[in-house]
């Protein structure tokens, strides 16, 4: 069985369990009004070759703003499903009258990885006028070699909610990979964590996250789902999706706080009817240990 054929067999048992997500309603002060023209605009795929990373950017329409994006990394040969990640999700709102768009960088996790491969990059965009209190959080840690793992946060001001955000590695090389990209179940934070391989890392690097704030919106939700696989499996996949009437502003993924180095996300994906995301991770290299289940998130309004 390909790498293609495997994600769709996971895909298939995760679809089984939506019923048993997790969605929180935020209570407090009346929302603003509903969210319009949201939208998803999908990349072009990056160059398909060998080199060592690949970035794709989704630009969003003349004039809208981006809320939250995901991405794909994927390598062609069956060979090499599991060794590519994710480094980089990051939304980019301009304010020099250039485009919005949300960025995607993939990452070789082996210097003897030969095979072809691509990523791929999805923006969610929306009408400025829906955005009320709108901005762009940006956390940037200082570069380090020593931890194994860092973590990092983008806090919204007090009474404003993230409608998306986003990670990004700084300086991996190949043995840095992203395992967590996804907001608070309240909505306030947008949290990143990324972990060395189990042969460690050192050079210097370090972790952004992003979080895109708005004013709470209407029927503003924070959907997290869990995966069915939750032991030692080497891929593991979950979907969250929306309530009926409320649309995808916004995604995310996680790999649980256990999860060793060697373990990383390599899919985020919201669907193109932006119903609901779908997370994908992969152990990078055999590991023996149990990594626990992953989640998808979709935070969603209406």
């Known amino acids: 069985m390909n790498r293609t054929s495997r994600w769709f067999a996971l895909a298939g048992a995760a679809a089984m369990v939506l019923a048993a997500q997790v969605g ?14 949201i939208e998803k605009v999908t990349s072009p795929l990056s160059p398909i070759d060998s080199q060592p990373t690949h970035t794709a950017r989704a630009e969003c329409p003349v004039g809208k703003w981006v809320t939250g994006g995901g991405g794909w990394a994927f390598s062609v040969a069956a060979a090499d499903s599991a060794k590519v990640t994710l480094v980089q999700l990051r939304p980019d709102h301009r304010t020099d009258g250039t485009r919005d768009s949300f960025v995607v960088t993939g990452s070789e996790t082996t210097a003897s990885m030969t095979g072809d491969w691509w990523v791929q990059a999805y923006a969610i965009c929306a009408s400025p006028s829906g955005l009320s209190g709108y901005g762009l959080v940006a956390t940037h840690n200082s570069p380090t070699s020593s931890p194994v793992k860092v973590e990092a946060r983008a806090a919204c001001a007090t009474g404003k909610r993230a409608l998306g955000g986003g990670a990004r590695i700084v300086s991996p090389g190949r043995d840095v990979a992203l395992q967590v990209a996804r907001a608070s179940a309240t909505g306030d934070i947008f949290r990143a964590t990324a972990h060395e ?25 924070v959907v997290t789902t869990a995966s069915t696989q939750s032991d030692s499996e ?8 929306c309530p009926a009437g409320k649309r995808v502003h916004g995604a995310g993924a ?34 023996s240990q149990d990594w626990d289940f992953i989640v998808a998130q979709a935070i969603c309004a209406s």
């Open 197 to 221: 391989d189990a042969n460690g890392y050192s050079g210097n690097w370090t972790l952004d996250a992003y979080a895109v704030c708005v004013n709470q919106p209407a029927g503003y939700q």
């Open 24 to 37: 929180i309603q935020l209570a407090g002060a009346a929302p603003a009004a509903a969210v319009s023209g």
């Open 234 to 241: 080497a891929e593991k996949i979950a979907f969250a999706r």
């Open 254 to 287: 996680a790999i649980t706080d256990t999860a060793p180095g060697g373990v990383s996300l390599q899919v985020v994906y919201p669907s193109n009817a932006l119903d609901e995301v779908e997370a994908f991770a992969v152990e990078n290299t055999p590991v």
